[in-house]
């Protein structure tokens, strides 16, 4: 069990360690001369064999709240030390709020300096400091001078670490170092708390975010010479093959298979209850993570519900933004201050360590942020798969929630049943997609096969290009790439010289100019009132023909179109319904200008006047001025005359 200390300076906390372990944390000469602890300092009480608990005494000046914050990342019960003559201190109440914001929940009080003041005063001490928790928690009233209390604190954190469940070993191993130095004879040696999986002698590990490859030669985990460091222990590591002027507070030690680095990460974030001004969209801020510090920008995800400022209490989304490479998983909890790092900003949660730039007002960003917030890799999967339809790649997966390969099939199998999800295997890379998807894909691939086949019977296949493209807009490339390779593989396409077909297609012989004629003519009369222009005709996958302007000048010459310029078409029968709806409107208003049949036919403006000066060329309509008249209200019935006595 970890115990680390908080509180404010001079209220006793390096003295109440030393009544417990017997052990002085104060190692530097300016610490005993000054009588404050500037670094963490360190102890360990042997309760049973196999049950040790590690004690961390953090600082309590506001000059080294970094060095506080970097203590208490990563432990399992916060002993808060009060003066009773002092009582509440200003760090006493951002100390507490540190540990609030990280997560722990898990406390013991112990109310110093008893001998200074009456009985009542201590009491009324412990009851303050239980108002600031919100929670209650064990009260210890001690006087370090005499040991007055000790051995009943000392009874109570031995009781807690024999009941202390030890952390899961499950994940890689992962620790951030909190302290890094040299002994004459050893080498290089490291220290931190191990947040997750295990370690042994010999094992290569990865500094990160270095990405420096390095060894590990002999371990000492609670105090003790070992062969394996495990979660939950503090542990030194004696490492070969890296140069300790290479290390750095707040470096990382991990497994090679999740060493990742981001300089951008979504999260979850709580505003300190005490700040007293607004927190502005992408202020500058300083982001605490493990035993790392690290200058970033605040974007606020959430500004269409909070608008460009935070302000106390909020819980909001938000993306951080560093200036250099950090190190971060899913669930690792984190500190915000201030850039000039004097006031207490916030805490909260990683929710996505690869974060992407944010869209603003991104409703499936938020979604998705939604379900990582639950902190279940079993919801996001069923989201990501099943709510969304989406391709999860298993070792971005793996590496975002520090899972094994067995840990994640484990999960896969107690989440899904055996038909709802399936592995698939792109370019070396390991997905996981739902078999609905990949149905849903079939289904694409062969519908716009018999969709283009349908329309240019003659022709071998369809680019693969043009496929491709089309099933982009709906697809993620790697999933379009394994689909197509077992539709090939199962032969129900075929592909050729570039072309893709279906397996049991064959080409008939080239269509002729009639029946290619028909076609043209039946897709202009589908588009209506939109007199289509020759590059809407070319832009068509099934009019892409290298006759397509002969023929559409032959349906013009045999009074099947009619033509605006060079450039539009349309058919007979559409034209004699746009000079009905004319012929109507004139019966409204017998000069009528522009604008009015714009409006009452609902086409463009540029289009109306094409098709008004059209009609004025076939003797339909007279212009005078900005206004014109119906002068032949025959023609409409003479239009469908035209195209009758063609198709006799």
């Known amino acids: 069990m970890i115990v680390a200390t908080a509180g404010h300076v001079d209220h006793g906390k390096t003295s109440i360690i030393k009544q417990i372990t017997g ?18 300092g360190y102890a360990f009480q042997q309760v049973t064999d196999g049950c040790v608990i590690g004690f961390i005494d953090v600082p309590g000046h506001r000059r080294f709240i970094n060095t506080m914050i970097a203590g208490v990342s990563c432990i399992d019960l916060a002993l808060i030390v009060v003066a009773a003559d002092d009582g509440v201190m200003p760090q006493t109440v951002e100390h507490i709020e ?29 009851t303050q400091i239980l108002e600031l928790l919100e929670e209650s928690c064990p009260v210890f009233l001690v006087d370090n001078i005499n040991a007055r209390g000790i051995i009943p604190l000392k009874d109570y954190l031995s009781l807690k670490a024999k009941t202390h469940q030890a952390k899961s070993d499950s994940g890689y191993f992962r620790l951030s170092i909190d302290r890094s130095f040299k002994l004459k004879g050893i080498g290089c040696v490291v220290t931190g708390t191990v947040i997750s999986g295990s370690i042994s002698e010999g094992d290569a590990l990865q500094l990160m975010p270095k990405e420096l490859p390095v060894k590990v030669r002999s371990i000492h985990a609670q105090d003790k010479k070992v062969t394996i460091g495990r979660a939950g222990q503090r542990c030194a590591f004696n490492l070969v093959g890296i140069d300790n002027a290479k290390i750095d507070r707040g470096d990382w030690l991990t497994a090679k298979e999740i060493a990742l680095v981001t300089k951008r990460c979504d999260a979850k974030l709580t505003i300190s209850n005490s700040i007293k001004f607004p927190i502005k969209h992408f202020a500058r801020v300083k982001l605490y993570l493990g035993a790392k510090r690290e200058s970033a920008n605040l974007y606020i995800i959430e500004r269409g519900k909070v608008g460009n400022q935070l302000k106390a209490g909020d819980e909001i989304f938000v993306q951080i933004i560093v200036s250099e490479k950090i190190v971060c998983h899913c669930g690792d909890a984190f500190i915000l201050r201030d850039d000039s790092e004097s006031i207490l900003l ?20 938020i979604r998705h942020l939604q379900v990582l917030e639950s902190g279940s890799p079993a ?28 840990e994640i099939q484990t999960l896969i199998d107690s989440t899904f049943n055996n038909d709802e999800s399936t592995q698939i295997l792109v370019q070396f890379e390991d ?43 709906q697809y993620r490339q790697e999933l379009i790439d394994n689909r197509f390779s077992d539709l090939v593989r199962e032969g129900m396409i075929k592909r050729k010289s570039g072309k893709v077909s279906l397996s049991a297609f064959k080409p008939t012989s080239e269509v002729t100019q009639d029946k290619f004629e028909h076609l043209v003519e039946a ?11 020759l590059s809407d005709l070319k832009a068509d996958e099934a009019l892409s023909h290298r006759d397509l302007e002969l023929a559409l000048w032959s349906l013009v010459k045999k009074d099947r179109l009619h033509a605006f310029g060079k450039r539009r078409f349309v058919s007979n029968e559409t034209l004699s319904n746009l000079a009905q709806s004319i012929s109507a409107l004139s019966a409204r208003v017998p000069k009528f200008s ?45 239009l469908l005359n035209i195209k009758h006595d063609t198709e006799e």
């Open 23 to 40: 052990i002085d944390t104060d190692r530097l000469a300016e610490e005993k001369k000054r009588g404050l602890s500037i670094n963490l």
């Open 98 to 126: 540190v540990l609030r914001l990280l997560g722990i929940r898990s406390y013991v009080l112990a109310v110093t300096k008893t001998d200074r003041v009456p009985e009542h005063r201590a009491s009324e001490v412990a």
């Open 346 to 365: 916030g805490g909260g949660v990683i929710l996505n360590p690869l974060a992407e730039k944010v869209k603003r007002n991104d409703a499936t960003l």
């Open 379 to 406: 919801s996001y999967l069923r989201h990501k798969l099943v709510g969304e339809g989406g391709l999860l790649n298993l070792n971005k997966f793996r590496s975002l929630w520090n899972m094994r390969d067995d």
């Open 431 to 473: 997905y996981l997609v739902s078999k609905k998807t990949c149905d849903k894909v079939d289904r694409s691939i062969i519908d716009f096969l018999r969709i283009w086949h349908d329309s240019n019977p003659s022709k071998e296949g369809v680019d693969s290009d043009t496929l491709m493209t089309q099933l982009r807009t």
């Open 523 to 533: 897709y202009i009369q589908d588009y209506g009132v939109k007199i289509v222009s």
């Open 594 to 638: 522009v604008v009015d049949v714009k409006k009452h036919i609902g086409i463009g403006r540029n289009l109306t006047v094409e098709l008004l000066e059209y009609f004025d060329v076939i003797r339909f309509t007279l212009r005078k001025g900005n206004y014109r008249t119906v002068i032949d209200r025959a023609l409409p019935a003479k």
